[in-house]
């Protein structure tokens, strides 16, 4: 498993503004998956984040609106930007750890950003 | 695309009884997992399952990874308040999706 870390852990914007999310992981990971999970909805994949390559994003999501950036193996952030009421999400990354080569089957997440735009 | 049904979609019990839910699909997997999501926490992982047949337990807990590899379920035995919460199981593909359950959420009755 790994220790995932969120910031900011909640927050309120204004229609129009834009915020950054920062994911941090204990160790490093290759694999790093950023979802946004609705009130009272199950998970949706934005994209995935792999450190050295683009990101790549999910049908219905695009990088203008959520870009994404995977400096190096223990961070990554996703951007919310021109927010709009329809954004107001938690917003979770999650990684898959690897051991020996091979990928975990399993995702482990961090704690999420609760995100309000007004 | 692919798509798992989980039910029930909210189960409302007393403290101390046995608890079931399950996700089922037309479609085949090769691993199963189990989640848990607290209020405002992310997922945790309860039970994962690799094996179709495989029936593995976490304390109160356990799941099984049905025979045809389409199905799932999850038993809690003896609930206690600290079980509530909102459980997703998360079904992973032969191209390494994973594609999620809509949750099942769990509230005791006072």
């Known amino acids: 498993s790994a220790v995932i870390s969120q910031k900011p852990s909640r927050d309120i914007c204004q229609r129009g503004t834009s915020l950054t999310i920062q994911c941090q992981v204990d160790?490093?990971?290759?694999?790093m998956f950023w979802y946004r999970q609705q009130p009272g909805q199950s998970l949706t994949l934005i994209a995935t984040a792999n450190q050295g390559s683009e990101a790549t994003y999910e049908s219905g999501f695009v990088i203008d609106k959520f870009p994404i950036s995977r400096p190096n193996l223990t961070f990554s952030t996703l951007t919310v930007s021109n927010m709009s009421p329809e954004d107001s999400s938690i917003y979770l990354c999650?990684?898959?750890?690897?051991?020996?080569?091979?990928?975990?089957?399993?995702?482990?997440f961090g704690p999420g950003t609760r995100l309000t735009v007004l | 695309g692919q798509q798992l049904n989980q039910s029930p979609q909210s189960m409302f019990i007393q403290e101390g009884e046995d608890v079931s839910m399950n996700c089922t699909s037309s479609?085949?997997?090769?691993?199963w997992l189990w989640y848990k999501q607290d209020p405002g926490e992310g997922p945790v992982l309860l039970i994962a399952?690799?094996?179709a047949g495989e029936l593995t337990s976490n304390g109160r807990l356990t799941a099984q990874f049905g025979i045809t590899r389409k199905d799932s379920f999850l038993n809690i035995s003896a609930s206690i308040p600290s079980d509530v919460g909102i459980y997703f199981c998360a079904g992973r593909n032969s191209n390494y999706q994973l594609i999620w359950g809509a949750g099942t959420k769990l509230i005791i009755k006072p």
């Open positions: 160790s490093q990971v290759t694999m």
């Open positions: 479609s085949i997997f090769n691993t």
């Open positions: 399952l690799y094996k």
């Open positions: 999650s990684v898959e750890p690897t051991s020996g080569g091979v990928r975990s089957p399993a995702q482990y």
